[in-house]
Structure formats: structure tokens, C-alpha cells
């Protein structure tokens, strides 16, 4: 490749995916807020919880079958 006339540039290092344009919320508000929602639709009525899914999914997230 010395015969030929093209350049090869370095490349240039990767750029952050995030961006600093808004600040968020830390995760543990974010949840907090969503189950406080849901806490409030499942008292109100509107929003139905198995309690057996609950089981299934508590279970699943511990590692047990």
C-alpha cells in the first residue's frame, strides 16, 4: 500500500451516549413514582394484580423457580 496516494486517518475515540442536555432522575425516584401510581390505581379499582403474577414474577427475580 506505500504505491498508492490515499491517507488513512486515525480514528477518533467513541462519544458518549448520554448527553449532558437535561438532568435525570435517579432510578430509585423514577421506580418510586411508578408504584406509587400503581399503589393509587389498584386502590382506586382501575388497576388489577394477580397475586399469583406477583408470586411468579418475585420468584423469577430472586432466581427460584
Known amino acids: 500500500m506505500s504505491n498508492t496516494t490515499r491517507h488513512i486517518s486515525r480514528r477518533r475515540?467513541?462519544?458518549?451516549v448520554?448527553?449532558?442536555?437535561a438532568p435525570?432522575?435517579?432510578?430509585?425516584?423514577?421506580?418510586?413514582?411508578?408504584?406509587?401510581t400503581l399503589r393509587r390505581l389498584v386502590a382506586a379499582g382501575q388497576y388489577h394484580v394477580s397475586p399469583r403474577?406477583?408470586?411468579m414474577?418475585?420468584?423469577k427475580a430472586s432466581g427460584l423457580e
Open 57 to 59: 414474577k418475585i420468584f
Open 53 to 55: 403474577y406477583l408470586a
Open 24 to 36: 435525570q432522575a435517579p432510578q430509585s425516584v423514577q421506580s418510586t413514582n411508578k408504584v406509587d
Open 18 to 21: 448520554q448527553r449532558a442536555s
Open 13 to 16: 475515540p467513541p462519544v458518549p
